[in-house]
């Protein structure tokens, strides 16, 4: 602001309207909607004003106790965009009583209920608190006391969730109205695994120290138990109640429940970090932390394919992913790469990496960008790659394209498909949920109400609802509104 002769400028950018939380600078006012800055160069000043006419951009006061004698003494040269918006009398003299009280005449003092009306163009602090505190989702199941690490619908009805967490416990529970059916106590460590069985007459609960748990949900009792070592993942045959499970010391665990048969897979001697059943029940596709991916005969116990060396990945696995009829695999893994398997000859026909759509395995795990979540589409010859620095990359399967490329505002930690759509959902570290169009790469909705990361998410089949895992120790369910349903 520029303080010439008595008179105060300001440009049109420097009059913005603002809003003012509580406890803020006692230098600053707010006047008929726009902040005036302190005057602090003056000593003792006399001000004397009315407000005149206004518009938008420029506030006008005419002098009501204090003028200037001579009209051309006063004359000032303005420049640009310059206006004069306040006159001040320099001179000693201090307001009196009539002053002040000529002052007061025009002020409205209305009943304070009515306050509100005057804050059109502010934001009050309550609005700046609730803005901050937005919360997207229908229900929040609140039972954990720790961070919640996973969370699944039951496959039968999608009206049952179950969900694990830091505090040792995984909880049955209600979507509809958060009421918990079953409590599933006893475990020594976190629960990072916990699903339901392909009919949902049984759940089972791991923790990270390996001890696997199942229950019955319809009478609420433990039907069985194992210990294994530190437990990496945990997954249901999709036909039989039949369970794998891969370990830290690389074992692959599979289990009849309740009898409790098992079988296990051949060591490699590194981490087993994460497994997937084929749809056809009878093989396993399981990755190592070396970046071997192996294909495995459920019935017969042994490998039916390897991929590894110089058409495998260059370090651990972080996921699998396959496609309906199980013909083809994708891998992700910490080199920044997504490689495309077909199961039924056992080698790689594709890999996948954000520089230019197509790229090159990296060696050097600690500059690349890690793979956090692969899946194919339903309809479309597509598939989404997910990657730690918030990309979501959407590849044309036939040409191996990179079609689109959905940023994120931090990194990507699951996606899923929409089992009868192009639209893909993605959670991620900054606590949102959102849904993409793979056909336009246009973000078609975004949700939010967490606090904290979100760890995992899964959706019902109808693609209405989602419930989603986080860091801030709660579960939260989202009905999912789209203009195109």
């Known amino acids: ?222 039907i069985w138990s194992f210990e294994v070592g530190d437990l990496e993942w945990l997954e249901w045959h999709p036909c039989a109640p039949v369970l794998l499970a891969g370990t830290n010391d690389g074992s692959v665990w599979m289990w009849k429940i309740p009898a409790g048969d098992c079988k296990t897979f051949q060591s490699p001697a590194c981490q087993a970090t994460s497994g997937k059943i084929l749809p056809d029940g009878k093989r396993a596709v399981v990755g190592y932390e070396d970046g071997t991916v192996r294909v495995w005969d459920l019935k017969q116990g042994n490998a039916i394919h390897v991929i590894k060396g110089q058409d495998g990945h260059q370090g651990a696995l972080t996921c699998l992913a396959c496609n309906k009829d199980g013909s083809l695999m994708l891998t992700g893994s910490v080199d920044g790469c997504a490689k495309l398997i077909n199961i039924t000859a056992g080698k790689v026909v594709g890999t996948f990496s954000v520089e230019g759509g197509k790229g090159k395995d990296s060696k050097d795990e600690e500059e690349s960008n890690s793979v956090e979540s692969v899946g194919f589409c339903n309809i479309l010859p597509l598939i989404a790659v997910a990657y730690l620095d918030g990309t979501l990359a959407i590849y044309d399967l036939s040409t191996q394209a990179l079609r689109h490329r959905c940023r994120h505002e931090a990194g990507i930690v699951h996606l899923q498909w929409e089992e009868s759509s192009s639209v893909v959902s993605t959670c991620s570290l900054d606590g949102a949920l959102r849904l993409w169009d793979a056909r336009s790469g246009n973000m078609v909705a975004e949700y939010k109400g967490h606090t904290a990361e979100i760890l995992d998410f899964t959706m019902n089949r109808e693609a209405t609802l989602a419930v989603t895992a986080s860091g801030d120790n709660q579960v939260k369910v989202f009905c999912l509104q789209r203009p195109d349903r």
């Open 1 to 222: 602001m520029l303080a010439l002769r008595g008179f105060f400028f300001s440009s049109f950018p420097e009059r913005r309207r603002r809003g003012r939380k509580k406890n803020s600078s006692p230098d600053r006012f707010r006047h008929t909607g726009f902040l005036l800055q302190p005057q602090r160069h003056m000593e003792r000043p006399c001000i004397h004003q009315r407000r005149g006419q206004a518009d938008e951009n420029v506030i006008i006061y005419e002098q009501t106790a204090c003028s200037m004698d001579n009209s051309e003494e006063s004359a000032i040269e303005l420049h640009g965009d310059e206006e004069i918006i306040e006159v001040i009398d320099l001179n000693d003299t201090e307001p009196g009583p009539d002053d002040l009280a000529d002052d007061l005449e025009d002020v409205d003092f209305d009943d304070a209920g009515n306050a509100g009306d005057d804050n059109d163009g502010w934001e009050t602090e309550d609005e700046m608190e609730a803005e901050a505190e937005q919360d997207d989702s229908d229900l929040t199941f609140s039972k954990h006391t720790g961070s919640v690490f996973c969370v699944s619908l039951d496959p039968a009805t999608n009206n049952l969730a179950v969900s694990g967490g830091e505090d040792d416990k995984a909880y049955v529970w209600r979507v509809s109205d958060g009421e918990v059916l079953l409590e599933c106590a006893g475990h020594k460590d976190s629960v990072t695994c916990a699903m339901f069985s392909h009919d949902s007459s049984l759940v089972a609960s791991g923790d990270m120290s390996g001890l696997i748990k199942v229950w019955k949900v319809e009478t609420k009792e433990e």
